[in-house]
């Protein structure tokens, strides 16, 4: 079984709608983030989170909300869908670093949600 | 200003040959961490290899090398003895020590791969 899962794996929607993403992991971890993916633009932060009571805004956070049910759980929502969040969003966790400094800590992905808004 | 750059949109090369994929990124801190994922066409993120700032020897896993430049601010990855499942988009990703303890990633926008038999 996957250590993250996102669920749906595809959605279509209209515009003004209200969607939610989902996303699970077995790995343990308290990281988890959410990034969305454009042609040519690579992938951009939505928000992170470092556990159910800290969550944090990313680089393009505008238009989205997240909830951390559970530590296992991280939850994107798009409270009224445009069509220019029309993307392939992907959730990742990583570990908490196991010395001061950085250290490896790779983030692990989701298979990613691709998403159409109409 | 954009932290990691990666010039070359798109690449051809023939199947058993090396290829080499450039990256380079801008960052004052001395501590980092830079990251190479695959993602094929089924979408998913495949991390492939990991470069430490303070790391002396450039990182090595199975085909894929780093050349890890830090004068010059680069880490392309080379994949060695190409394979048709190498054709993929390449991202080069940077990690930079942050006030917050997040450890987030910054991507660059990319490399597609093509390789050819």
């Known amino acids: 079984d996957a250590d993250v899962t996102q669920t749906p794996r595809n959605r279509i929607t209209k515009t003004g709608k209200r969607i939610m993403l989902e996303c699970s992991q077995t790995k343990g971890h308290d990281r988890m983030y959410w990034y969305r993916q454009d042609p040519g633009l690579g992938l951009r932060l939505i928000y992170y989170s470092f556990d159910v009571k800290d969550i944090n805004k990313g680089e393009i956070s505008d238009g989205y909300s997240v909830s951390r049910q559970a530590q296992a759980k991280f939850s994107l929502s798009l409270e009224s869908a445009i069509p220019n969040q029309t993307a392939l969003y992907f959730c990742a966790t990583s570990d908490l670093p196991r010395q001061t400094g950085l250290s490896y800590n790779e983030q692990f992905f989701g298979p990613g949600t691709r998403l159409t808004v109409l | 200003a954009q932290k990691i750059t990666q010039t070359q949109p798109g690449m051809f090369v023939q199947e058993k040959e090396a290829v080499t994929l450039d990256c380079t990124y801008d960052t004052s801190d001395p501590s980092y961490g830079l990251f190479w994922y695959k993602q094929p066409s089924s979408g998913e993120m495949i991390f492939l290899i990991y470069?430490?700032?303070?790391?002396?020897q450039n990182a090595t896993e199975g085909r894929y090398s780093l050349n890890f430049q830090k004068a010059r601010k680069s880490a392309n990855l080379v994949i060695s003895a190409s394979q048709l499942g190498d054709s993929a988009m390449y991202f080069c990703a940077m990690r930079e020590a942050s006030m917050d303890s997040s450890y987030k990633l910054i991507f660059g926008s990319g490399t597609r791969l093509l390789v050819r038999p």
């Open positions: 470069q430490g700032s303070y790391d002396q």
